[in-house]
Each structure stands twice: as structure tokens, then as C-alpha cells.
């Protein structure tokens, strides 16, 4: 986890003044069957864009809350990495995707037993979303239902 210190005093002075959201009680689903009898789902907020989907609107004040979907056989590679914020190192993530939508590493675990199967759609939005209702009214409701959809049992999020 970062610490504080390793930001610019523009981020320090934002992070220090934002409104944050308290969630009480935080939404929790019970595991019900083992990971090894369990569709995987993955989302991450790296703000990934397959080949042939739009890019994310970066002129939508507060961040844009849309999301993609990503096929499981999606080479990573071709993956389009747009996360907006300069508030981080973006080379890692652009010398590797797995690090933030590790598709290579479920099937590794899917080929070993680990994982009872890999949803067909995995989730891609943007992070450092500062006006977050939108998000949560419209967007988390219809990639749920993506899931739904997919029967996806078990969701791995994967924050950037």
C-alpha cells in the first residue's frame, strides 16, 4: 500500500480534502461453493479498452463511469491501458496488463484445477473516479448483471 508521502502536494492537498464515502455496512455476499467449483469474473479499474471498444471519455467532469467488456481470450497485449491519472507509475502495467487484469494468470490457475472455470466477460473501468454516484447508481447494477449473466459465482476486483 502507498503511503501519503509518496504523492505530489497536489495529490496530498486532494487526498486530504476529499469528501470520502463511508459505506456501513459494506455489501458482503457469504462464499458459497470452493474457488475449485467456482466461475472467476475480474474487474479492474485500470481503464482497459479492447481492440474495437471505445476509449473512455476523459471529458466527463468527475470521471467516466462506463465500463467494458473483455473477453477471456483477450490477449492482454492488446489491451489499450488509459487510466487517466498521473498519480502513479503507469510501466508496469503497460510492460505487463496482468499486473492489473491478470487474464494469463486465471487460466494458469483454471489449467491446474485451481479455479472451477473463467467467466466468459471480464470488466474494465476507469479508476480515480472523483464523483462517484453515477458509478454506483447506473454503472455497478448493469456489471452485475454482465455477471449475472455470465454466471459468474466468485469477482475479483483489482483496484489501480
Not at 476509449?55 to 492488446?78: A, E, K, L, N, Q
Request: aromatic share 6%.
Amino acid at each position: 500500500m502507498g503511503d501519503l508521502s509518496e504523492f505530489s502536494l497536489k495529490y496530498k492537498l486532494f487526498l486530504r480534502t476529499y469528501p470520502w464515502r463511508k459505506i456501513d455496512p459494506v455489501p458482503f455476499a457469504e462464499v458459497t461453493k470452493p474457488l475449485s467449483e467456482s466461475r472467476l469474473g475480474l474487474v479492474s479499474s485500470a481503464g482497459f479498452v479492447p481492440p474495437g471498444q471505445p476509449p473512455f471519455d476523459d471529458t466527463i467532469r468527475g470521471g467516466d463511469p462506463s465500463f467494458r467488456c473483455i473477453p477471456h481470450d483477450c490477449d492482454p497485449s492488446s489491451l489499450v491501458e488509459s487510466h487517466k491519472s498521473d498519480a502513479f507509475d503507469h510501466s508496469g502495467i503497460l510492460a505487463d496488463p496482468n499486473l492489473a487484469l491478470p487474464l494469463e494468470r486465471i487460466q494458469e490457475l483454471e489449467a491446474i484445477g485451481h479455479i472451477g472455470s473463467i467467466a466468459p466477460r471480464h470488466l474494465s473501468c476507469m479508476g480515480s473516479i472523483t464523483a462517484p454516484g453515477r458509478l454506483i447508481k447506473n454503472t455497478a447494477p448493469e456489471a452485475a448483471e454482465v455477471f449475472i449473466q455470465d454466471k459468474v459465482d466468485l469477482a475479483l476486483l483489482i483496484p489501480v
